[in-house]
């Protein structure tokens, strides 16, 4: 059972144009949530991350909405540009009994930006 | 600072083997996660280490298990290996303190294992 969905396995976008990546999650106990990017043969590196209490945080060209009454996530590049050609996970947490958070992964939503 | 660094990168196995991999998170850092990755099944948590006990594990069989030593090193063992355990294994530090938020996770490169 997929908690976090990333619905699109790829994604293809022109340079300079705006990229949306969406996940969707199943649980209403996950209150942040991540995104991390991947380039072949590297491990996945941070990239944003939002509380439930926001709807929005934004760091240059990534902003992450949040819209918890959908349950959904999404992650917007804008411009996008060719070195953003990556796998991109949306990852969730919930907060549980203790120091005890796991994250829950998407499967990747592939990013291909045409110069 | 440096950063997660896993051994080996690449691996070659047989059906039935038994393979350890071995991880070494950033200095500090206490929780040690470790991953699947294969194509079409995204990243699929294995367990995860902190202070040497295992404190989150995911639902893979009992012939995936792992350790955690006293400065934080784990170590990931499958044994009889499966074709299907062919994938990208990945290991992820950090703080480990859980602390309402995110506890960012950082990732190794990952070892390549290939079951012939």
């Known amino acids: 059972d997929q908690q976090v969905k990333q619905n699109s396995p790829s994604l293809s976008v022109q340079e300079g144009r705006i990229s949306i990546l969406n996940c969707d999650y199943t649980?209403?106990?996950?209150?942040?949530f991540l995104w991390y990017k991947k380039y072949p043969a590297e491990g996945p590196t941070f990239l944003i991350s939002?509380?439930?209490i926001k709807d929005k945080n934004e760091d240059g060209r990534f902003t992450v909405f949040l819209n918890k009454s959908a349950k959904h996530l999404s992650l917007h590049i804008v411009p996008s540009q060719p070195g953003d050609s990556a796998v991109y996970f949306c990852?969730?947490?919930?907060?549980?009994?203790?120091?005890?958070?796991?994250?829950?992964w998407g499967l990747g939503t592939s990013l291909a930006v045409n110069p | 600072k440096a950063g997660v660094t896993q051994t080996p990168r690449y691996l070659i196995k047989t059906r039935g083997q038994q393979v350890t991999l071995s991880c070494s998170p950033i200095?500090?850092?206490?929780?040690v996660s470790w991953y699947q990755q294969t194509p079409g099944q995204g990243l699929q948590f294995l367990f995860e280490?902190?202070?040497?006990?295992?404190?989150n594990k995911g639902n893979f069989p009992g012939r995936f298990s792992g350790r955690q030593f006293s400065n934080s090193r784990s170590e990931m063992n499958v044994s009889t290996l499966e074709l299907g355990d062919s994938a990208l294994y990945l290991c992820?530090?950090?703080?480990?303190?859980?602390?309402?938020?995110?506890?960012?996770?950082?990732f190794g490169p990952g070892t390549r294992l290939t079951v012939l």
């Open positions: 992820a530090s950090s703080l480990g303190l859980g602390l309402a938020g995110v506890d960012e996770q950082f």
């Open positions: 200095s500090g850092h206490r929780s």
């Open positions: 280490y902190f202070s040497e006990t295992q404190r």
């Open positions: 649980n209403s106990m996950f209150d942040y």
């Open positions: 939002i509380s439930s």
């Open positions: 990852a969730a947490s919930g907060s549980s009994a203790g120091n005890n958070r796991k994250l829950i």
